[in-house]
C-alpha cells in the first residue's frame, strides 16, 4: 500500500490537560455555548457537578493531523468518523488520543484506511472510542 501504515500500528498523539480556554474557544468556534461546558455553578445543579468537555472537541482531538502521522497524510482526505462518549471529561483531565489501524483497502485509484480512534483519561479510562475513514490516492504507475 502506498499509504506507510501497517494494520495493527498504533499511533498516540501527545496527552493534553483540559482547561476552561479549551472549552470557550472550542465555544466561540462553534457557537455551542450551553452553560454545561462553561458555567460552574450552573453545573453544580447537573448530574456531573462540574461543566463538561464538549463531545466534538473531543472528537476534533482524534483528528489524525493533530498526530505524530501529520507529516504522513499528504494526500490524505477525512471522508468519515463516528464515535461513542464512554465517560465525561472535565477542566483538569489529561487526555491522551489513540489511532490504530484497523483496515487497509483499495477502492479503485484510492487507498482506503480505516482507524480506531480512543481517548484515554489520565485514570487510564476510556472517554471516547470510535473510527475514521480517510482516503489517499493511490499513485499510478
Not at 480556554?21 to 450551553?34: E, I, M, S, V
Not at 448530574?47 to 504522513?72: E, K, N, Q, V, Y
Not at 471529561?89 to 487497509?104: K, Q, S
Not at 485509484?109 to 480517510?134: D, K, M, P, S
Request: with cysteine.
Amino acid at each position: 500500500m502506498m499509504t506507510g501504515l501497517a494494520v495493527g500500528q498504533v499511533i498516540a498523539s501527545p496527552s493534553k490537560t483540559l482547561t476552561d480556554a479549551h472549552f470557550l474557544f472550542f465555544a466561540g468556534l462553534t457557537g455551542d455555548n450551553h452553560p454545561i461546558h462553561y458555567d460552574v455553578e450552573y453545573a453544580k445543579t447537573k448530574t456531573f457537578g462540574r461543566p463538561l468537555a464538549h463531545g466534538l472537541l473531543l472528537a476534533a482531538m482524534t483528528a489524525a493531523g493533530a498526530s505524530p502521522l501529520s507529516p504522513l497524510l499528504d494526500g490524505f482526505v477525512f471522508v468519515e468518523q463516528g464515535c461513542r462518549f464512554l465517560k465525561p471529561a472535565f477542566v483538569g483531565d489529561t487526555i491522551t488520543p489513540t489511532l490504530t489501524v484497523e483496515r487497509i483497502w483499495v477502492e479503485g485509484r484510492r487507498t482506503c484506511v480505516r482507524f480506531v480512534t480512543r481517548i484515554t483519561n489520565q485514570r487510564h479510562e476510556a472517554v471516547l472510542e470510535g473510527f475514521q475513514v480517510y482516503s489517499v490516492k493511490t499513485q499510478e504507475t
